[in-house]
């Protein structure tokens, strides 16, 4: 059974509570936080704050992307080598590089299991930035000004 554990990322001076699922000592899912969960993982937390703060992550729970579609990992490779942080690039965009359907990119990355481990807030619609899962909207618009300040 995975530990479910409570981390807050600072972003822009705002505190967005997400929660970690954590199973034999990896990361394998970080999604929203659905109820008034206490328990925390500090050296999880430090990770993903080093993550969105532009220092490399010292994580201490690997991240388990074993459950990646073959079309997330491409993306998420993809998106490594080509998309640094401060960037972004549209569905539109990644779809054709990858030869793929924007749709097709849209629906991988609302099932990315490991959001700020595998940045899918740096993937925005051609009009607006678009979706994200991981704790809404206001948090994928402060991650990518927080990435553009740097």
Known sequence: MALRVRIDLRVKGRVFPVEAQIEDGVCIRI?????????RDSSLERALQDAIDGRTPKVEYPCDSSQLTPLQARIFEYMDREIPRGKTITYGELAKALRTSPRGVASALAHNPLPLFYPCHRVVASQGSGGYSLAGIELKIALLESEMDR
């Open 31 to 39: 999604q929203t936080l659905k109820d008034d969960l206490t328990q």
